[in-house]
């Protein structure tokens, strides 16, 4: 599928996923200082499943990659299955910059 530019539902994906990722940032800074609210964790995942699912319907595959290796990581803490350190912060901070990159480039 080629992206239309003046497509308004690529526009519309645009400002909702901006939107998330400026509330990512503020959430991910709130879960370094509760590393355990097993809710905002829940709330960051669904975040980042709203922006994969968006960049999927629109082909975006960059982006969408990037979302699911993420939410992957996500799944893995919300299971208790890996422990959140300062590197993990760091790297999901990392991937919402990607994110408003790769937004940007399209």
């Given at each position: 599928?080629?992206?239309?530019?003046?497509?308004?539902?690529?526009?519309?994906?645009?400002?909702e996923?901006?939107e998330?990722?400026e509330?990512l940032?503020?959430?991910?800074?709130?879960?370094?200082?509760?590393?355990?609210?097993?809710?905002?964790?829940?709330?960051?995942?669904?975040?980042?499943?709203?922006?994969?699912?968006?960049?999927?319907?629109?082909?975006?595959?960059?982006?969408?990659?990037?979302?699911?290796q993420?939410?992957?990581?996500?799944?893995?803490?919300?299971?208790?299955?890996?422990?959140?350190?300062?590197?993990?912060?760091?790297?999901?901070?990392?991937?919402?910059?990607?994110?408003?990159?790769?937004?940007?480039e399209?």
């Amino acid at each position: 599928m080629a992206i239309d530019l003046d497509d308004e539902i690529l526009q519309d994906f645009l400002i909702e996923a901006g939107e998330i990722v400026e509330q990512l940032n503020g959430q991910l800074v709130d879960l370094e200082q509760s590393p355990e609210d097993f809710d905002l964790l829940n709330t960051i995942f669904r975040g980042v499943h709203t922006i994969n699912g968006g960049g999927s319907s629109l082909s975006l595959k960059n982006l969408v990659e990037l979302c699911h290796q993420s939410e992957d990581v996500c799944d893995l803490l919300r299971n208790r299955e890996l422990l959140l350190v300062y590197v993990m912060m760091y790297s999901f901070l990392r991937v919402l910059d990607d994110v408003s990159k790769i937004m940007n480039e399209v």
